[in-house]
Antibody, heavy 116, light 106 residues
Framework: DVHLVESGGDLVQPGGSLRLSCAASGFTFSDYSMNWVRQAPGKEPEWVAYMSARINTITYADSVRGRFTISRDNARRSLYLQMSRLRVEDTAVYYC?????????WGQGTLVTVSS | DIQMTQSPSTLSASIGDRVTITCRASQDVSRWVAWYQQKPGRAPKLLIYKASTLEYGVPSRFSGSGYGTEFTFTISSLQPDDFATYYCQQYNIFRTFGQGTKVEIK
């Protein structure tokens, strides 16, 4: 079975940093593009970042470009999101999701709260 | 940015009803539209991709259609497990989601 397990969510002050991780199992991680998608309370999902399988294509949403960095370690079957200069509006559940334009498997999410 | 305008925002229906949700893109997205189901406290679940292709394992009562800027999602006969929020998503240019449609019990 495909499993994606996110971790690293926490309460952080505005301007702070956080690193999220996503551990993948049940499929050949290195064959798949991966995404981070977030969802603020009561809102629709918002795609955050994308990285292709071979790490030759990376894209970011305008709202996070320059502050967030997506990365992956195919040997460890893990996806990461380094978040810096966090803002109150970055508060959300962050999901990692497998696949190209329409991700087919999502993790259970990890909560990031940005508040003073 | 491409905007996805979904309607209605809330829909009240009974078991066995036919349910239709529409999504309008602010510009042509070809067939690059997906539909997701989300239940409280859970991640979105992919139901349909490429506007009309049913994801593996998804019941055939779910269907999608459309091209360009107008898209439709249909549940042919609403079942108890279908009460949830549904989102459209375009992936022609980056990815954006509609605001969601909550399907409630009438």
């Amino acid at each position: 079975d495909v499993h994606l397990v996110e971790s690293g969510g926490d309460l952080v002050q505005p301007g702070g940093s956080l690193r999220l991780s996503c551990a993948a199992s049940g499929f050949t991680f290195s064959d798949y593009s991966m995404n981070w998608v977030r969802q603020a309370p009561g809102k629709e999902p918002e795609w955050v970042a994308y990285m292709s399988a071979r790490i030759n294509t990376i894209t970011y949403a305008d709202s996070v470009r320059g502050r967030f960095t997506i990365s992956r370690d195919n040997a460890r079957r893990s996806l990461y999101l380094q978040m810096s200069r966090l803002r109150v509006e970055d508060t959300a559940v962050y999901y990692c999701a497998r696949g190209e334009g329409s991700p087919d498997f999502w993790g259970q999410g990890t909560l990031v709260t940005v508040s003073s | 940015d491409i905007q996805m305008t979904q309607s209605p925002s809330t829909l009240s229906a009974s078991i066995g009803d036919r349910v239709t949700i529409t999504c309008r893109a602010s510009q042509d997205v070809s067939r690059w539209v997906a539909w997701y189901q989300q239940k409280p406290g859970r991640a979105p679940k992919l139901l349909i991709y490429k506007a009309s292709t049913l994801e593996y394992g998804v019941p055939s009562r779910f269907s999608g259609s459309g091209y360009g800027t107008e898209f439709t999602f249909t549940i042919s006969s609403l079942q108890p497990d279908d009460f949830a929020t549904y989102y459209c998503q375009q992936y022609n240019i980056f990815r954006t989601f509609g605001q969601g449609t909550k399907v409630e019990i009438k």
